[in-house]
C-alpha cells in the first residue's frame, strides 16, 4: 500500500515535544523524516525522561516521539556543517524548528534565507506565544501556556481552585495544528509551486482547544466558567448527570442523559430537584450529590448493567492496568512493537489514523544522533 | 489564495468530532456544506451549555458550524436521497461520524460514494472502530476519557478520577481526521486518486496518552500517582505544578529545588538536592513549596523567579488573559455575522499561513438555508 506522504522530504530541526510530534504523524504517513541534531548531544529530548527511564541512551520519551525517523548531526554554528544542512534543504519538502524569535535568523536559516536556496520550501514553525508582544520571549512551556490561557479553570471542582490537565496537552494539540499547517501547504503548493510559511503556537493552540466555551463566554455576558463543587463533576458547562460516580467497588462514568429516566433506572427520586430542564444546569449541584448518594450503593458492573440495556450513556473508569487490558484494545490493534536494536524492543502505541483500511505500523526505531549521517551525505552528494 | 479553495466538502457529521474537522477545513479555505435532517438538524443545535441560547441554537453549535452552509435533506425519503447522490458527484470529500453501519444502511458509506464519485475522499469518525465488541457503544467524550485510563492523570492524588473539563477527545479525533484528509488531499494533488480515512475516539484517546501508555507499557505497568498537592504530572517530580500565593496562583515548571529554594528565601528546600530526589520526595517538597508561597504575592514571586531565568508563570482566568497585551497582540477573536445578520464572537483558526490569519466572516447557518441556492447553482 502506498502511504499518502511518500516520496516527502522532512527536516526537523524542532526538540521536546510540540514540534517532533507532528514529525512523527508525518513519518507514519508515509513522509521521510530527518531529525537535524546537534553532534554528540543532539536534541535536548533525548536525555528528558519520566521515571528516569532510558533505552540504549536516550529516554524512552524520546523514543516514543522520535520512532520512524532519521538523523542527521551537524553544528549549524560550523560553516561546513551548515553548508551540507543547506544541500538537504535544497531537495526537502519541509522544515520545521521551535526556536524561540531570532535565533534561525543569526544562523541564516530564517525563512527569506531559506526560500533563496529552496523557492518550494514548506517552512513551519512553532513558538510559545508567536513572535510579538510581551510574552514573545517567554518560555513556550506546557504548563506556562495552560496556566495563562484560562484552561486551568474547568477540570476539577470549584474549591480547588486552577486545575491543569494531567498531560502536555498545549503541545499535542499545537503538533496537530502544526501538521494540519504543513498539509494544507503542501496542496497550496501543489497549484502554486511556490514556498509556504506555517506558523503556529502553543498559546493560539490553547486557545483554540477552548474555543466552544471562549465562544460561550463572549456571547454569555463573559461569565467565567462556574465548576461544580462535587467531586466528580465532568465539565463546567453542562449539566447533571455529566460526570464520574464513586460506587461500591470502583467509579463509574455518566454522560448526558435522560435525568428521569436514569434517576428511575437507578431507583434514585430526583423530581423535587429536577422540575425543568433549565432546572438540570441551575440544580446541578443538588442532583450530583443525590445521584452520588445512590451510585454507592451498587458496583460498577451492576450499574453498568442496569444502564447499558436502557442505552443510557455510561462506561466503566478504568486506570491503564484496564485499559489496556480492554479487549478492544488488542482488538483494534493499538499496541506496536518498535525494534530499537537487535536485543531491545519496545511497545507503543500506533498512529491513530487509518488510510484506505489500513493501520499504519512502523517497526522503524527512533535514530541515535547522526546515526544517518553518512547515507545521507552520500544519497544528497554531500562532501565533508 | 487559502491552500483548499476550491474543494467542496459534503459533511454528514453531528455534534463535534466530525464538525470540527470540517470547521478546519472551511477555515483552510474549503467549501462546507452541513447535511441536516429537515426536524431540527445538527442535534448540537440544541445541546447548551449552561443554558446559553443564541439566536435560537446553543453556543457551541454556533462555535463550531461558523463558515459552513446547511442543506436540509431526509436521507430516508428517496427525492432528497437524489439530490444528494448529484451534491456527492460534486464533491472532493465526504465525511460523518455515524455509528458503524448507519452509512452502509443508508447507502452513502465509502463504496456507495466512490462508485458516485471515484476519486472521492471519504472521512469516518467511530466510538470505538468498526471492529471488536465496543462498535456499538456511543462514542461520547466523557466515556472514552474514562475507559482509556486518562481520567488519573489530572487533579491530585485524594481527588479520585477526574476528566478533563472539555470535550477533548472529540477535539483530537476531529483534528486526526482531517490530517489524513489532508494528507489524502495532497496524494491527489500527486497521482489523483481518493482514498479513505478512519479515525475512532477510542484510537485517538490512547493515541493522546502514547508518552505515558508507552511508559506504562515499559515500566512493568505501574499505574500513574499524582502527587497529593500541586499535580500538573504524574511522571514529574517537584516543583511542576501550581501554587497558591498570598493573592492568587503561580505556575512553576521547572527549576533545581535548592536553588529554587535560595531564590525563593525558603531554606527548608536546600537539602533536596539530588535531582531524582525531586521525584521520590515530591509531595514533601510541594507542600514545603506550598506553604511558602502562600507568604507573598504572585507578582513578587515571578519578580524574583523570572529574571533568573526559572520557568514559571502566573495563573490567570479569560477575564484577565483578555486583558493582557500578550493576547491582544494574537487577535485571537474574530466577529462573524449570519445569514440574518445575527454577529457574535468566537475564535479563529490558531494555524498562520504565509503571515495571515485565517479569518472568515460567515457565521454558522441557519438549517437548511442554502437548500434554494444549492439546488440552483448545482442544477439539481
Known amino acids: ?384 | 489564495m487559502k491552500p483548499l479553495e476550491g474543494y467542496l466538502i459534503i459533511d454528514f457529521g453531528q455534534f463535534l468530532s466530525g464538525p470540527s474537522a470540517s470547521l478546519r477545513l472551511a477555515d483552510l479555505g474549503a467549501r462546507v456544506i452541513k447535511i441536516e435532517r429537515p426536524q431540527g438538524g445538527d442535534i448540537c443545535r440544541s445541546l447548551y451549555t449552561s443554558n446559553v441560547v443564541m439566536n435560537g441554537d446553543s453556543s457551541v453549535f454556533h462555535a463550531i458550524n461558523r463558515n459552513k452552509e446547511s442543506f436540509a435533506a431526509d436521507l430516508k425519503d428517496p427525492r432528497d436521497r437524489d439530490t444528494i447522490i448529484q451534491l456527492l458527484s460534486k464533491a472532493d470529500i465526504v465525511l460523518h461520524n455515524f455509528r458503524p453501519g448507519v452509512m452502509e444502511r443508508l447507502g452513502f458509506d465509502y463504496n456507495s460514494v466512490k462508485s458516485i464519485k471515484p476519486d472521492v475522499i471519504y472521512g469516518e469518525i467511530s466510538g470505538y472502530g468498526s471492529e471488536g465488541e465496543y462498535k456499538d457503544r456511543p462514542g461520547q467524550d466523557l466515556l472514552l476519557q474514562s475507559l482509556t485510563g486518562l481520567t488519573w492523570l489530572t487533579g491530585n492524588a485524594d481527588s479520585g478520577p477526574v476528566a478533563m473539563g472539555l470535550s477533548i477527545v472529540d477535539m483530537l479525533a476531529g483534528a486526526h481526521l482531517a490530517e489524513g484528509i489532508l494528507a489524502c488531499l495532497y496524494r491527489k494533488s500527486v497521482s489523483g486518486e481518493g482514498g479513505l480515512v478512519q479515525v475512532s475516539m477510542l484510537e485517538s484517546a490512547y493515541d493522546f496518552q502514547f508518552e505515558t501508555i508507552t511508559t506504562f507499557m515499559n515500566d512493568g505497568g505501574q499505574n500513574p500517582q499524582r502527587s497529593l498537592t500541586s499535580n500538573a504530572n504524574a511522571y514529574l517530580g517537584a516543583p511542576y505544578g501550581i501554587y497558591k500565593t498570598a493573592n492568587g496562583y503561580l505556575a512553576l515548571a521547572m527549576g533545581s529545588i535548592p536553588f529554587l529554594g535560595k531564590l525563593l528565601g525558603c531554606d527548608a528546600l536546600a537539602t533536596y538536592a539530588d535531582a531524582a530526589i525531586a521525584f521520590e520526595k515530591r509531595d514533601e517538597i510541594k507542600s514545603i513549596l506550598g506553604q511558602h508561597l502562600q507568604t507573598d504575592t504572585t507578582q513578587k514571586w515571578l519578580s524574583v523567579l523570572e529574571p533568573a531565568d526559572i520557568w514559571c508563570a502566573d495563573v490567570l482566568n479569560w477575564n484577565q488573559l483578555f486583558e493582557h497585551e500578550g493576547f491582544k497582540v494574537l487577535n485571537m477573536t474574530q466577529e462573524v455575522s449570519m445569514s440574518d445578520g445575527y454577529t457574535y464572537n468566537t475564535t479563529r483558526c490558531p494555524i498562520r499561513i504565509d503571515g495571515e490569519l485565517l479569518t472568515s466572516k460567515k457565521g454558522s447557518p441557519k438549517l437548511g438555508q442554502d437548500n434554494q441556492n444549492i439546488l440552483t447553482e448545482f442544477s439539481l
Open chain 1, 1 to 384: 500500500m502506498s502511504r499518502p506522504l511518500e516520496g516527502l522530504l522532512v527536516l526537523e530541526f524542532c526538540q521536546f515535544l510540540a514540534g517532533p510530534s507532528a514529525g512523527l504523524k508525518l513519518a507514519d504517513m508515509g513522509a521521510r523524516v530527518i531529525k537535524i541534531e546537534r553532534p554528540v548531544k543532539g536534541e535536548a529530548g533525548r536525555q528528558l525522561a519520566i521515571k528516569n527511564i532510558f533505552i540504549d541512551g536516550d529516554s524512552l520519551l524520546f523514543h516514543t516521539i522520535n520512532r520512524n525517523k532519521e538523523s542527521y548531526a551537524a553544528d549549524l554554528k560550523n560553516q561546513d556543517d551548515l553548508e551540507a544542512v543547506k544541500k538537504l534543504i535544497a531537495k526537502a519538502d519541509v522544515i520545521t524548528h521551535n526556536f524561540r524569535p531570532g535565533v534561525m535568523e543569526k544562523i541564516g536559516l530564517d525563512y527569506e534565507s531559506v526560500k533563496v536556496i529552496n523557492s518550494r520550501i514548506i517552512y513551519a514553525t512553532v513558538t510559545g506565544y508567536g513572535n510579538v508582544g510581551p510574552w514573545a520571549n517567554k518560555p513556550g512551556q506546557d504548563l506556562l501556556v495552560q496556566s495563562l490561557s484560562g484552561l486551568t479553570y474547568l477540570s476539577g471542582t470549584a474549591d480547588q481552585g486552577p486545575v491543569p490537565f494531567g498531560l502536555s496537552v498545549s503541545d499535542i494539540m499545537c503538533g496537530n495544528h502544526l501538521t494540519q499547517g504543513i498539509l494544507a501547504a503542501l496542496i497550496k503548493r501543489a497549484r502554486t509551486n511556490t514556498s509556504v510559511l506555517v506558523e503556529v503556537s502553543l498559546l493560539e493552540s490553547t486557545l483554540d482547544l477552548q474555543f466552544e466555551v471562549i465562544t460561550t463566554y463572549l456571547n454569555d455576558g463573559k461569565k467565567l466558567p462556574q465548576r461544580s463543587n462535587v467531586r466528580g463533576s465532568g465539565h463546567a458547562y453542562l449539566s447533571a448527570p455529566y460526570g464520574i460516580y464513586e460506587t461500591a467497588d470502583g467509579h463509574l462514568a455518566l454522560a448526558m442523559g435522560d435525568l428521569n429516566k436514569i434517576g428511575s433506572a437507578i431507583g434514585c427520586d430526583i423530581s423535587q430537584l429536577y422540575t425543568d430542564s433549565i432546572s438540570s444546569f441551575d440544580k446541578r449541584d443538588d442532583i450530583l450529590k443525590s445521584l452520588s448518594d445512590t451510585f454507592k450503593k451498587k458496583r460498577t458492573g451492576d450499574w453498568l448493567e442496569i444502564l447499558i440495556p436502557r442505552d443510557i450513556w455510561c462506561a466503566d473508569v478504568l486506570d491503564y492496568t484496564g485499559a489496556t487490558e480492554l479487549p478492544v484494545f488488542e482488538q483494534l490493534g493499538i499496541r506496536q512493537s518498535v525494534q530499537v536494536s537487535d536485543s531491545v524492543e519496545i511497545e507503543t502505541t500506533r498512529s491513530p489514523i487509518r488510510i484506505d483500511s489500513e493501520k499504519l505500523f512502523s517497526s522503524k526505531p527512533a535514530p541515535k544522533v547522526g546515526a544517518h549521517n553518512s547515507t545521507l551525505n552520500q544519497e544528497f552528494n554531500i562532501e565533508i
